[in-house]
C-alpha cells in the first residue's frame, strides 16, 4: 500500500512539473546574445573590475539562459560601461564595542556605491530595447581593508546589479 502512495505522489509531482515551470523567460524568438566589455569610466578605477564585470554578466546570460554568444550580427546586443565607483561615509553603525574604561564606542561605517549604465538592444522585439543605468551599494564597517572591500563588497555590489540587469531582460519584469 505504500509503495503506491509513493507512486501516485511522483506522478502527481511530475504533472505538475510537465504544467508549470520557474524557468520562464520573456526571450522566447531571440537564439544569440552579444555581451561586449563594460570598461570603467569611473573617475576612480578598480583596475580589476572591468573584465570581472564583463565575465559575470556574460557568464549569467550564458549560463541561465539558452542563447548563443555570438561576435556577430546578434539578436540581443548588450554593452555599456562602470560610470561610477566611489566610496563614502556612511553613518555610524548600531555595531558597538566597549572600550576598556566600560563606555560604548560605535564602529563607523563606509559606503560603497557603483553605477552601471546598460546599452540593450533586441533586434527581434525593438519594442523592449532600452538605455538604463543600474546603481547598487554596500554599508561595510571602516575595519576592513581595501583589500577586503573589494574582494567581499565589490562581487556583493556588482552581482545584485547584474541581477536586476537579468531580471530586466530575460524576466521582463
Same mark, same amino acid.
Given at each position: 500500500? +505504500?509503495?503506491?502512495?509513493? #507512486?501516485? @505522489? $511522483? &506522478?502527481?509531482?511530475?504533472? $505538475?512539473?510537465?504544467? =508549470?515551470? $520557474?524557468? @520562464?523567460?520573456?526571450?522566447?524568438?531571440?537564439?544569440?546574445?552579444? #555581451?561586449?566589455?563594460? /570598461?570603467?569610466?569611473?573617475?576612480?578605477?578598480? /583596475?580589476?573590475?572591468?573584465?570581472?564585470?564583463?565575465?559575470? #554578466?556574460?557568464?549569467?546570460?550564458?549560463?541561465? *539562459? *539558452?542563447?548563443? @554568444?555570438?561576435?556577430?550580427?546578434? !539578436? %540581443?546586443?548588450?554593452?555599456?560601461? %562602470?560610470?561610477? =565607483?566611489? $566610496?563614502?561615509?556612511? *553613518?555610524?553603525?548600531?555595531?558597538?564595542?566597549?572600550?576598556?574604561?566600560?563606555?560604548?564606542?560605535?564602529?563607523?561605517?563606509?559606503?560603497? *556605491?557603483? +553605477?552601471?549604465?546598460?546599452?540593450?538592444?533586441?533586434?527581434?522585439?525593438? !519594442?523592449?530595447?532600452? !538605455?538604463?543605468? =543600474?546603481? !547598487?551599494?554596500? &554599508?561595510?564597517?571602516?575595519?576592513?581593508?581595501? +583589500?577586503?572591500?573589494?574582494?567581499?563588497?565589490?562581487?556583493? &555590489?556588482?552581482?545584485?546589479?547584474?541581477?536586476? %540587469?537579468?531580471?530586466?531582460? &530575460?524576466?521582463?519584469?
Amino acid at each position: 500500500m +505504500s509503495k503506491l502512495k509513493i #507512486i501516485f @505522489g $511522483f &506522478v502527481i509531482l511530475s504533472l $505538475f512539473h510537465q504544467c =508549470y515551470s $520557474f524557468t @520562464g523567460s520573456s526571450l522566447t524568438d531571440e537564439k544569440t546574445v552579444q #555581451i561586449n566589455e563594460f /570598461p570603467n569610466n569611473a573617475a576612480l578605477v578598480n /583596475p580589476t573590475l572591468s573584465q570581472q564585470f564583463s565575465t559575470d #554578466i556574460q557568464n549569467r546570460f550564458l549560463q541561465r *539562459t *539558452t542563447l548563443k @554568444g555570438t561576435k556577430s550580427n546578434p !539578436d %540581443i546586443l548588450i554593452e555599456g560601461e %562602470i560610470s561610477d =565607483y566611489n $566610496f563614502s561615509s556612511a *553613518t555610524i553603525s548600531s555595531n558597538t564595542l566597549t572600550n576598556p574604561s566600560g563606555g560604548v564606542v560605535q564602529q563607523a561605517q563606509g559606503k560603497l *556605491t557603483i +553605477s552601471v549604465k546598460v546599452h540593450y538592444e533586441n533586434k527581434i522585439h525593438p !519594442d523592449s530595447s532600452f !538605455d538604463r543605468t =543600474y546603481t !547598487d551599494e554596500a &554599508v561595510y564597517n571602516n575595519d576592513l581593508s581595501q +583589500s577586503q572591500i573589494e574582494t567581499t563588497q565589490v562581487k556583493l &555590489v556588482t552581482d545584485r546589479i547584474i541581477n536586476k %540587469i537579468f531580471n530586466d531582460i &530575460v524576466a521582463n519584469w
